[in-house]
Nanobody
Framework: QVQLVESGGGLVRAGDSLRLSCVAS?????????MGWFRQAPGKERECIAA???????AYYADSVKGRFTISRDNANTVYLQMNSLKPEDTAVYYC?????????????????WGQGTQVTVSS
């Protein structure tokens, strides 16, 4: 079993930056091939905004965040989302997710485990 815990959310002004972290725990985590970041705003569907492969050889970004957000991971079961030039439309609950599948995907059902989410609010 795997537990994912996000942190780093908060209230910021437009143009500011935040870095989200997701720490994974559990003895089966090494089997996960990729991790992703999703967000869900009130009244909206959850969407994938970034994903990174197991070996960090490739990354996916949604068009809405491309050039502003960067996903990365270390070798200690942690994935990060650096968010720059934040906009009010970035306001959402942000979730990290882990997948046992190889490769990259933005599909929600591709991911097996989810964190509880961290709130990001960007004021104008």
């Amino acid at each position: 079993q795997v537990q994912l815990v996000e942190s780093g959310g908060g209230l910021v002004r437009a143009g500011d930056s935040l870095r989200l972290s997701c720490v994974a725990s559990g003895r089966t985590f090494s089997r996960y091939a990729a991790m992703g970041w999703f967000r869900q705003a009130p009244g909206k569907e959850r969407e994938c905004i970034a994903a990174i492969s197991r070996s960090a050889e490739g990354a996916y970004y949604a068009d809405s965040v491309k050039g502003r957000f960067t996903i990365s991971r270390d070798n200690a079961n942690t994935v990060y989302l650096q968010m720059n030039s934040l906009k009010p439309e970035d306001t959402a609950v942000y979730y990290c997710a882990a997948s046992t599948n190889f490769g990259l995907s933005s599909a929600i059902r591709w991911y097996d485990y989810w964190g509880q989410g961290t709130q990001v609010t960007v004021s104008s």
